[in-house]
């Protein structure tokens, strides 16, 4: 791992250079691909900018988190991106960007999480472009989203508002179908989601005066799978390969390029490609930033402070499991089903809609044959969803005798650090005892 | 077999159809409520017992997460935050189909004379709703709470209350729980009445009149006329219900304030405030109550302040 | 006709003696446990600083936290509607008054007249109020008289970015092993309280801007809140007493 000022992380001290002043404080990876996945990221800003300047139709989803920007790729002068993205700007920029505060001023304080900070980056115009169309995922998404998304409205927006029901399983007797991600769902509600995004297309084509046909829409589903696939390849090997091939942070960064190919496909698929190279070459001469015996960990939800999961790794853990809530944006599409059914059923697979013992179940399925040791929930400040899924966790890994520890993580962690750092520490040492106490 | 719920959106007329006891919860948790949880929603997984039938209302996260796992047989509702479109209504029927196929499994019949069950409600809504506008603020909220409780209404006609210089507020919130009605003699002590009663236990969430030949015609259409299209809250998107039904307040009761009461917990309504302000109709004021004496002094500031700068 | 205000706060009452809408006698005492005592004592010694007996008062208003038990008040008000009315009478044409009190800071707005338009109190949270300060202090070493002594002190304040007490009082220990100085980290507490107590303020305050309570007193205090605020901040003279003021004349009528 390599800090800001060694010599091969020249693009980073730009980013620092440019206001990102946490930077100064993280590690990083110092493979060239790893370093232009930050690049990527961080640059995206620049990206939507140009695109709207160059008379590009510049689309800001809000909540669903991966679907309607595979619908607005298929528009080609189109682009999405996801305001709610500006959640952990406070962070990256140690809070000097002045995004809470603006969202203070607005009322919307200390009370609701971390995504309040959009309000500050529209409010100011900083940090993203004002987008031509804002589309919010509302229903059984977060009651802190709803309510920023609300208070977006009131400074004028007209977001175009479409409902994402609560997951649940079909009723006895009930029609139902296979989720990808393997779940059953109601047909009913996947003909409900399929309705409300059918009303996003059109919506969405008479906007950019681009009609959305079903071919077009194939292709981009076609395009955005390429993409799942790839960070679900790099995610495997990140989480099941014995020596640690990835950061935690940098795997964290992969997710999130699911959610919208950080609106350059192309270019997206190229990082992918770099960074899957770089993983499985370690692993196939296995070697990782990490010993083999590192704890491995479960990780329930993104931190609001990057530097948290880089904590992990220094007190000797690894993460072997995630759920950064970005489950539906890695989700392969189904490209035999009708797209717009297709996109549906994916937006389902979103954990964040249904009980916290749902999702709680599936991250625990999808992780447990990775040898997880323990669990951290990572609780965003002010979340709504915060008071219940540390318990929820605490159940469904109670018969694996998986110890769990919930920590408050702060958008700057340092004034908690002595806390985060001592449960993280005291966590890890529990289940190395456990190891050499287990038959 | 008895059914509680904790939404102004299911309504109990659909319930007694299916044979069953309709009962809404209108009942803060007993216990401390630990950190986040509002007490409301934590109150409805304490009256849930063994025997009862229950339908959890996802209209928050606090109720929509907490979902699995009760000791009864529990019905999960969607209920859309969406409201202005037609497949926002769709779900909201679908969703009320789908609750009689539960309350039918679960000792309920078919729903019988669904329509006799509308009107019959209706009028009991109609008595309670000329109370509201009559009587004392806390004597009003009884009524709702005793009607949502157990359907009954009170048997007498109530007796418009004289002017009493008191300046006329609404009250706006999520549900009061009952052993906090003391809230309204508080408000009445600092020089206010509350003459709208926005909480969701209190006539903000009562159903609208129902179109009578629509429940003739087309029973399930009626409800979600008068349940899903007309009930205002803070979770609905767009959330302009709320503003309209202030804008009646202002005009027909005359009312000069707002005061803002969520639970400490509640991010939907802790969210209304500054779209309140925004809106600059009325001046606004959030009072929140954790129930220690320290905090009735602080409210009582707040709304005293209030009562001398309209006064 | 003599008049005069008792404000009991929940840190200190405050009592003032008016004649003729002049201030002729005033007087500071702690709250402590019984505050319709000190709330006696502070008025007699207000009287006496006058040159008064207690009778000699016509007319007395209570204001504050306290106000329900001070003794022999003839009215009792808020303080909200007491700071403004001291306010109006020591700084007319002010459109906006802030104090910080010890458990509720409080933004007013004054209509042209200089009556109370709209307010705005922080919520349950001790953020952006006296109370934070005294926290604060504590971890300092230090009371609020000596934290003030520490504000004023100080050249570049530091960053402090949690406005949690809990939060902030662990930030303030993590800062002192770095070696930032209590005085950098004193005015950094004034800086993230005014920010707070801005963001109370929500909309744009348009007009003059009126500082009063007991923190208006710590140095630099004003300063942060008008850059936080984006306008100019006046304190008045003795700006603790500006609630008590407004009581004696409230209760002259
Ligand atoms: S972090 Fe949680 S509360 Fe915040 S926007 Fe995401 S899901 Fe909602
Ligand atoms: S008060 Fe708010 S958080 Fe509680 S149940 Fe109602 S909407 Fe949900």
Known sequence: MIALDHPTAGVLRRWHAAGNLRLADLRFDPAPECLALWDFVLSEEDRLRAAQAAGGFIVGAMKDLGTIPVLVAAIPRARAFYPDGAWWLPCLQRQSGGQLAAADRLGIGEGFCPVRALLGCYAAGSDFPSPDLDICAVGATCDDFSAVAQRLAGLGRDPLWWELPAFRAPDPGEAAVTLPNGEAAPAVLVAAVAAELQRVRVALGRATGTALDDLALRASIRRANQVRARVREIRELALGAPYSPLPAVELLLTEILALHFCSDLDRCLEILDGVQAVVADRVARGVGHQPADAVRVLWLNPVADLRVLQWLEEAGGRLAGTDFMTAQAMAPISEDLPPITALAQVALCDRMIGSDRRRAALAVAEARPRGIETVVVARVPGASHGCSEGPAMAQAVATMGWPVVSIEVPVVADAASGQIRGRLEALLETALTRRTVRP | MRVLFASPFIPPEFITAH???????LSAAATDCHQGRCAVAAGFDEALVRGDLGIVVGSCDQMRRSADGRVAPTFRFHLPATWTTANAARQYGDELQRLSVFLQRHGGHAPADLATHLLDHDTRRARLRTGCSLLP???????????????????????AQPPDGRVPIALLGGPLPVAAFDLYDLIEGCGARVVLDGCESGERGLAAPCDRRLAADDPLAALVDSYFLAIPDAFRRPDSLIFSWLERGIAERGVRAVVVRPDPWCDLWRAVVPRLHDWGRLPVVLVESDGESGSRARLATRIEALTEMLG | MITAGVDGGSRAVKAVVVADGRIIGRAVRDSGPQPALVAEACLAAACADAGLERAAVSRLAATGYARAVIPGADR??????????????????????????????KVIRLDPNGRVADFAMNDRCAAGTGRFLEVV????????????????AAGEPAAISSMCVVFAESEIVGLMAQGHAREALAAGVVAAVAARVAALAGRELTGPIAFTGGVARIPGFADALARALGGAVVVPPQPQLTGALGAALIAAG
């Open chain 3, 137 to 152: 202090a504590a971890r300092l070493g230090t009371d609020l008289d000596g934290f003030a002594v520490l504000a004023g």
């Open chain 3, 76 to 105: 009792r008000v808020t303080e909200i509607t007491c700071h403004a009315r001291g306010i109006a009478a020591l700084l007319p044409g002010t459109r906006a008054v802030v104090e910080v009190g010890g458990q509720d800071s």
């Open chain 2, 19 to 25: 044979g069953h006891r309709p009962s809404r919860v």
């Open chain 2, 137 to 159: 603020a806390r004597a009003a909220a009884e009524a709702i709470a005793a009607y949502a409780v157990s359907g009954v209404v009170p048997a007498s006609d109530p007796v």
